[in-house]
Nanobody, 121 residues
Framework: QVQLVESGGGLVQAGGSLRLSCAAS????????MGWYRQAPGEQRELVAT???????NYSDSVKGRFTISRDNAKNTVYLQMNSLKPGDTAVYYC???????????????WGQGTQVTVSS
């Protein structure tokens, strides 16, 4: 089994910054990609940013230029640096990873439990 643990969420004023971390552990042969998603109350979960094993990144238009995703492959960890935060960024942020548990098993998406980010006006 694979586990993802997020950390770094909290309360911040508009214009402030937070840095989220997500560490993967368990049966991991290869992490093909990792990403961050978020879900606000009453809304669907949406993509924030993704990063491949090769370092290619993708951002949603709403966070482009403000957020930066990065990863440390040796630590199986992905980060999300969030700058210029807005009240609209308030949501539960979920870590996601596409993981191949072994050489012979199909890759599977795993989700963390989420970390709350609250941006006050």
């Amino acid at each position: 089994q694979v586990q993802l643990v997020e950390s770094g969420g909290g309360l911040v004023q508009a214009g402030g910054s937070l840095r989220l971390s997500c560490a993967a552990s368990g049966s991991i042969f290869r992490i093909n990609a990792m990403g961050w998603y978020r879900q606000a109350p009453g809304e669907q979960r949406e993509l924030v940013a993704t990063i491949t094993n090769e370092g290619n990144t993708n951002y949603s238009d709403s966070v482009k230029g403000r957020f930066t995703i990065s990863r440390d492959n040796a630590k199986n960890t992905v980060y999300l640096q969030m700058n210029s935060l807005k009240p609209g960024d308030t949501a539960v942020y979920y870590c996601n990873a596409l993981v191949a548990p072994t050489l012979f098993r199909v890759s599977t998406y795993y989700w963390g439990q989420g970390t709350q980010v609250t941006v006050s006006s």
